[in-house]
Structures are given as structure tokens and as C-alpha cells.
């Protein structure tokens, strides 16, 4: 299973957007997803207790990582980076259990033409600290703001079969190379 995170807890966001698209794409390559959108984490993960003491409500959070075979890790850029809230996420999970050798890619976006690469290269270094496995192959959606129609669905096909393909190869020779793989 793929835990896909939506990396910001801003009111609807693209990055949840791109979270729902992420679900049809791996739905229709038959793997099954989970998403987790820190939109819905609660207040008491903010406390400075929370370092000490895990609120009982992160718990699911954690779980749904750990048990993840890879991650797909949406990060919209905030100020030349991520998102704050995906940092302090990172920083509540278990350690070092929750990304040691496990798959993740990334996809990145931003209201600017760059396309989250800012966003997207700072997390490759936790990543690569954390002992992930990042895989090379990174997603940008630049000028966020046009990307999707009413409906939320992508906008131009070109970028959803740009899309598809990458998220497939992550799924069939990342996942698979690196992990024993219970979703193919
Ligand atoms: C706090 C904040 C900081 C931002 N900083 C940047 C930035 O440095 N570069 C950029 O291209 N866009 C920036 N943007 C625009 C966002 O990347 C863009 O609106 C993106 O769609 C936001 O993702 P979200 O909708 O998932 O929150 C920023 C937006 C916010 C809310």
C-alpha cells in the first residue's frame, strides 16, 4: 500500500487536489493508496507536550505510515521550501522506523514556473539522511493556480500521461526492486 501525503494543512489546497488525482491514477494501475492530508491533523500535534507525549489522535497518522510499502510525498512550495507543518509531521513520526529503506517519490508544485523543485530537493536530503529510498524520478506542477479545471482534475493531458508514467515507474521498478511488494 502507498501512503500518499498531502503536505500542507492549508483549506483546499492543490496539494489535496493532486492527492485526489494521485488515488484515480494508482487506482486504475491497480495498487492500492491511502491518503493522509495533514489538514486533518489535530490542534494538540502543535503542543510542545507532543514532543514528550504523542497526542492519541496522531496515532493512525503513524500507523498508516509504518505500514506503508512506499510513500508519494506532495509538497507545494512555501517560501523556497515545503510546507512548516510537513516538517513537524516528519519530525513527530516514529524514529528511525518510519522511512528507513522505504520508497518514497516526491511531487512538487508551486504558484511560480519552478515547480516545487525547491520544495522537492530540501525534502530529498531528509530523505536521503532519514535512509529512504528516494526515487529519481520527481513530478513538478508549476503555475498551481492554472493546473486543474473546475472539477479538480488535471488540466492538460500531457502532464497527466507525464504524471502516470512516472508514478507507475515508481510503483513497478522502485517498490518492487526494493521492497517484497503485497499490492501487485
Ligand atoms: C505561505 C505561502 C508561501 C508561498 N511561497 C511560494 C514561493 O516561495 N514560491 C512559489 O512559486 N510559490 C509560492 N507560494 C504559492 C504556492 O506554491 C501555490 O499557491 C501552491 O498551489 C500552494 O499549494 P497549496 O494550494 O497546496 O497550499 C506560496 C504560497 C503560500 C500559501
Known sequence: ???????????????????????????????ETSLLDLAELRVEIFLPIAYAQKPPAFEPFARRVLEASGLAIIAAE?????????????????????????????????GGVWGGLRAV????????????????????????????????????????HAWSSKLRAFLISWLESHIELEVL
Not at 16 to 29: A, F, T
Not at 78 to 99: A, M, T
Not at 124 to 131: A, D, L, S, V
Open 121 to 160: 530537493e530540501h525534502l530529498q536530503g531528509i530523505f536521503g539522511h532519514r535512509n529512504a529510498h528516494v526515487f529519481p524520478e520527481r513530478v513538478f506542477i508549476p503555475r498551481s493556480g492554472s493546473a486543474f479545471n473546475e472539477q479538480g482534475l488535471l488540466q492538460d493531458p500531457k502532464t497527466w
Open 78 to 110: 512555501y517560501n523556497g521550501s515545503f510546507p512548516g507543518v510537513l516538517k513537524v509531521f516528519i519530525d513527530h513520526l516514529p524514529f528511525p522506523q518510519s522511512f528507513e529503506q522505504k520508497p518514497v517519490c516526491f511531487i512538487g508544485l508551486s
Open 1 to 31: 500500500m502507498i501512503a500518499t501525503i498531502v503536505g500542507t494543512n492549508r483549506p483546499g489546497s492543490n496539494s489535496r487536489r493532486i492527492g485526489d488525482e494521485l488515488g484515480r491514477i494508482y487506482s486504475r494501475l491497480g495498487a
